[in-house]
């Protein structure tokens, strides 16, 4: 008997489409997408940070660390922007804060004047010309990776100037070297490898740094308004995929084809469907956003515009994609399948689970494929990097254009309804 029970069991959920998904393919889709994410990191390390390069010094010493940073596999260093027409000029100090804010990329070093006449000290203080960071704390990792690999570039590129370095620490702990002494320290000091070491078991480093917040310093809650984005986007999705899931609950019911009947037409009837589920998403978002507002202190009163325009957008996407699942599904419970399915997907590539910077390059352009990827950014330039609306066009270009093409294929597949 437990043995025709245990089959009868199975033979239920094999006809149990969405149950099946849910139970096998979800847990394996997921495992898959998490493994993409972070299984290559055992294998290259840390993943690459992009990071900008100044040299206003000029000097030897700051030549050949600029070239050895440019040399790190562990960074993707650039001096000058990548442009595809003509030699591009090398970034100057307020060309590479303007890109860091633009988010171009996360940090910059800026290697001052002065840096070669004292590059480093052995120990806290000491008489060394520090480089200045610039970071944008929405990335709050780069910085301290791109702090700590500078140490170890410093080591590696820079031996002869530590070397010297201990050899005056030496000479003034000792009461001062004979003629000889000197001489047989210079000569080593002028071997390929001499100087290399391990890193220094102090956290003040050889380098000074100057750590610089450029985008988020007067921003101090903005950050609250990436997680009410992506944590809005992904639940607006299963509220429009809800919302569109009533014409399956029609057309089962019958109901559907008596509004048919009324000359109301399917295209009429979907867009009103749609403009329903657009205008629930946009009183759900901005619920989240007024109450990151009264308790979380977010600054939404000055960001008004920019959020109405990123709200217009994503819910209007948003709907459309709920309408694509409604169509595309033959009953209720298959669409509750496949909408779990490519919804918990979507989210996880991105960036609704996790922030996008925190994966590889790889995976971010694929992200790049779902409206929480480009509704996110957009709601970003808003609220973090207090951009214009016009720098909103990429976003809600993408947005909108996403939401005309999915309600036209949700056209196409809703012809069955008609001929039904």
Known sequence: M????VLNGFRVLRRDRGALVLSFILPV??????????????????????VLVVDEDGSTASERLVQALLQEPSLNASTHPKEKKGAPADYTAASAEAAVKRGDAPAALVIPKGFGAHPIAMGPGGDRTPIRLLHDSSD??????????????VMTSMSGAMAKMGMQYFEKASGGLTAQQRESIEAAMARPNAGRQSAPASGDGFIALDVRDVVGEKNKHSMIAFYAAGIGVMFLLFTASAAGGALLEEAESGALDRILSARVSMTTLLAGKMAY??????????????WGAAVFHLDLWHHVPGFLVMTAATSFA????GMVLASVSHTRAQQGAISTLII?????????MFPRYFMPAAMQKVGLLTLNAWAIDGYTKVFWRDEPILHLAPQVGVLMGAGITLFLIARRFARRWEYS
């Open 29 to 50: 889709a997921f495992f898959s997408i998490f493994a993409m994410i972070f299984g290559g990191m055992g294998d290259n390390g840390t993943p690459r940070v992009s």
């Open 140 to 153: 709050p990792v780069a910085a301290q990776m791109v702090a700590g690999i500078l140490q170890k570039v």
């Open 318 to 321: 948003v709907a459309a994609f």
């Open 277 to 290: 589920s657009a205008l629930l998403a946009s009183a759900q978002l901005t619920l989240m956003f007024v």
């Open 344 to 352: 918990l997907t979507m989210s996880a590539i991105g960036g609704s």
């Open 2 to 5: 437990i043995a025709a029970i």
